[in-house]
């Protein structure tokens, strides 16, 4: 499900969190994407992409992500913005407010991810 332009990609990503619809959010990544899931810690979306959604998801909580800026040269873009997850868990609340940065590259079919670092910290 690729989005028709980057700027449309992270509003995408957190209305299909908000559905709770895993498959749609790994299918706005290239096959051969790379995910920050925890900062300076690349990893393929193939090793761990679908957990750490599955993990966000399972804490029932609350993601708010804006797309604030977006930079095209021809087929590769890279888009961010702010997000901001919230939920209770077994210690208490859970807070988390960063920065997200994204490269998308268009396929034949749309925009879709070949970087996500979720904290923009590499």
């Not at 209770?88 to 925009?111: C, E, N, Q, R, Y």
Request: hydrophobic share 40%; proline share 7%.
């Amino acid at each position: 499900m690729p989005v028709s332009k980057p700027e449309e990609w992270m509003d995408t990503w957190g209305e299909l969190f908000a559905k709770g619809d895993v498959e749609s959010i790994l299918d706005l990544y290239q096959p051969d994407a790379v995910f920050v899931g925890e900062p300076k810690k690349p990893a393929p979306i193939s090793g761990g992409l679908r957990d750490a959604v599955n993990m966000f998801l399972g804490m029932n909580g609350t993601m708010k992500l804006h797309t604030k800026g977006a930079v095209t040269n021809g087929d590769t873009a890279v888009v961010y913005g702010p997000w901001i997850f919230d939920a209770t868990g077994p210690d208490g609340p859970i807070h988390m407010d960063f920065v997200a940065t994204a490269v998308l590259k268009k396929g034949s079919d749309g925009w879709r991810a070949t970087i996500d670092d979720f904290f923009s910290e590499g």
